[in-house]
C-alpha cells in the first residue's frame, strides 16, 4: 500500500521540516500544501515535497487539509501538522497499519505538550517541565472521496459516517504547538474561537459546543458565554457524551474531544 503524508503549512520552515524528517523514511510520498510562505520557507517546502500545492489563505484549516489530500496519490493519507513529529517507535508502525483489511480509519493519539501549565493538561511524569494532553483523533485513513475534513479549525473526520470504519491504535504524535514565538498563545486562541464560534451558527453539535466552551475559559475563567455552552451539553448533548465514554478513553478529557457515538464500529488494534 502506496502511504502519503499530507501537511499544510505557513512559513515555519524549521518546524516542518522537523516534522517531514520524523516520517520520511516511512512513507512513499511527501504532499505540502503551502497557505502562504514567504518565499525563503516556500523554497524549503518545495525542496521536502514530493508533491507541492498552494491554496489562498480562506480561514479554513479544513479546506486546507482537503487541498493536499486531493493531491495525494497514496492509497493511504497520513495527515501531520507544521509543529508535530512522530518517534520512530511510531513511525516504524505505519506500515502494518495500513495493511489492515477491515478498516477505513485509524485513530492516532495526538498528544500536546506544552512548556507552560494550561487548563486540561498534566504535568509529564518523565519530563517535569513539560505538561500533556492527549487527544484521538483519526489522522490516517483510506484515499477515498468520502473521507474529508470537516471544520474551519480543530477539523476532523466524520467517525459518526457507517460507511468508514474505524480502528484505535496506540500511536502517538507530539504536537509542540507553543514552540513558535511568533504566534502568542492568546492571539491563536482568539483566532481559532472566532472561527469555532462562525462554525457553531451553520453547523451547531455537541463537539464544537464543547471545544469553544473550553477556549472561552482559557481565555477569561468563569466566562458566561462558555458557561451557557456547557449547559448546552448538559442538557442537549447528554446521551452522545455518555455514549462517547462508554467506548473506553475516549473523550475522557474535559471537553469531550471526539464525536463518537454508540453507533460507531471502533475496535482497538494490536499492531
Not at 69 to 90: K, N, S
Not at 133 to 155: A, E, S, Y
Request: charged share 30%; net charge negative.
Amino acid at each position: 500500500m502506496k502511504l502519503s503524508v499530507c501537511m499544510i503549512v505557513k512559513d515555519e520552515a524549521e518546524l516542518f521540516t522537523r516534522a517531514v524528517d520524523s516520517v520520511r523514511q516511512y512513507v512513499d510520498e511527501v504532499v505540502i500544501c503551502d497557505t502562504g510562505s514567504q518565499p525563503e520557507a516556500a523554497q524549503v517546502a518545495k525542496q521536502l515535497a514530493d508533491v507541492y500545492c498552494e491554496f489562498p489563505w480562506c480561514d479554513n484549516f479544513g479546506a486546507a487539509y482537503n487541498c493536499a489530500i486531493e493531491h495525494a496519490t497514496g492509497d493511504w493519507i497520513l495527515v501531520l501538522d507544521a509543529d508535530e513529529l512522530m518517534h520512530a517507535r511510531d513511525s516504524r508502525r505505519l506500515r502494518a497499519l495500513v495493511e489492515e483489511p477491515d478498516c477505513d480509519a485509524i485513530m492516532i493519539n495526538q498528544r500536546c505538550v506544552a512548556r507552560r501549565p494550561l487548563p486540561g493538561y498534566v504535568r509529564d511524569t518523565q519530563y517535569p517541565m513539560r505538561w500533556l494532553l492527549d487527544n484521538p483523533f483519526i489522522r490516517l485513513f483510506r484515499n477515498r472521496p468520502d473521507i474529508r475534513f470537516l471544520g474551519r479549525v480543530h477539523c476532523t473526520i466524520n467517525e459518526l459516517d457507517p460507511n468508514i470504519r474505524v480502528k484505535r491504535s496506540g500511536i502517538v504524535i507530539e504536537n509542540h504547538t507553543d514552540e513558535n514565538p511568533a504566534r502568542p498563545p492568546r492571539d491563536k486562541i482568539e483566532y481559532y474561537l472566532e472561527l469555532l464560534e462562525r462554525d457553531l451558527k451553520e453547523r451547531p453539535c455537541w463537539r464544537l459546543y464543547a471545544l469553544a466552551a473550553r477556549l472561552r475559559e482559557s481565555l477569561n475563567p468563569g466566562d458566561q458565554i462558555a458557561a451557557a455552552y456547557r449547559r448546552i451539553l448538559a442538557t442537549q448533548f447528554i446521551d452522545e457524551i455518555r455514549s462517547i465514554k462508554e467506548l473506553g478513553g475516549i473523550g475522557a478529557i474535559p471537553y469531550v474531544e471526539h464525536g463518537l457515538s454508540a453507533t460507531s464500529t471502533i475496535q482497538t488494534m494490536s499492531v
